[in-house]
């Protein structure tokens, strides 16, 4: 099983949708939790960091849930600049810091 | 810098020689990373440094691989004999401590022919 588990998509969705994304990780003392962003043939960039308490930014909304340890991101409104593969980052205890293989979001006129 | 620096940009190379990837990390950054990606895959964790501590070799896939860091500064990664297998976009990232975002550099692009 790997460490973090993504639903590789891809995501077609039109242009105002809201769409989700799920994460799940393995280790259960995992500490901290992020969403990255990945634009074709680019870096990665962080995008949000996820609270146990579920945090927002505009339209960004990411849940964590230790208990069934997932990692959620709404994305409402969605925007053609939204099309692009989506990191889920999960800290374990240690060192590593492990990434989802991502999803794929394409956001249609 | 301003941003974390990788150089080459792209680098090809054949079978059998070895090459050499190099990292500038942010300013002041404890925390360096090397990721491999392959195309259209997801980011294959490499090796970790924190400080002076040993760093977390878990994730390098053979021991032609290698890397080193001095101090806080720049890390330069090594691929000997270098394989068809190992194209790959090879990232830096660094962060001011582990359990931090990471800011990545923008890759080396390695073709092995």
């Known amino acids: 099983r790997k460490e973090v588990e993504q639903d590789p998509g891809p995501f077609n969705v039109p242009e105002g949708a809201t769409v989700a994304f799920n994460c799940t990780y393995s280790n259960s003392a995992s500490q901290s939790f992020f969403w990255y962003r990945q634009d074709c043939r680019k870096e990665p960039k962080l995008l949000m960091s996820v609270y146990s308490s579920g945090n927002e930014d505009g339209r960004f909304t990411a849940q964590l849930n230790r208990a069934s340890q997932y990692i959620s991101l709404l994305i409402r409104d969605s925007k053609l600049s939204d099309s692009a593969t989506y990191l889920c980052?999960?800290?374990?205890?240690?060192?590593?810091?492990?990434f989802g293989a991502g999803t794929r979001l394409f956001v249609k006129a | 810098g301003a941003g974390v620096s990788q150089s080459p940009s792209n680098k090809v190379t054949e079978k059998g020689k070895d090459v050499e990837l190099r990292c500038d990390p942010i300013s002041g950054h404890t925390a360096l990373y090397w990721y491999r990606q392959r195309l259209g895959q997801g980011l294959e964790f490499l090796i970790y440094?924190?400080?002076?501590?040993?760093?977390?070799k878990s994730g390098l896939p053979s021991d032609r691989f290698s890397a080193e860091r001095t101090g806080e500064s720049v890390s330069t990664l090594t691929i000997q004999r270098t394989q068809q297998e190992d194209s790959a976009v090879y990232l830096c990232a660094s962060s001011g401590t582990f359990n931090e975002k990471l800011f990545f550099g923008s890759g080396t692009q390695l073709s092995v022919l």
């Open positions: 440094f924190q400080g002076n501590s040993a760093p977390d």
């Open positions: 980052v999960v800290h374990t205890g240690g060192f590593k810091t492990i």
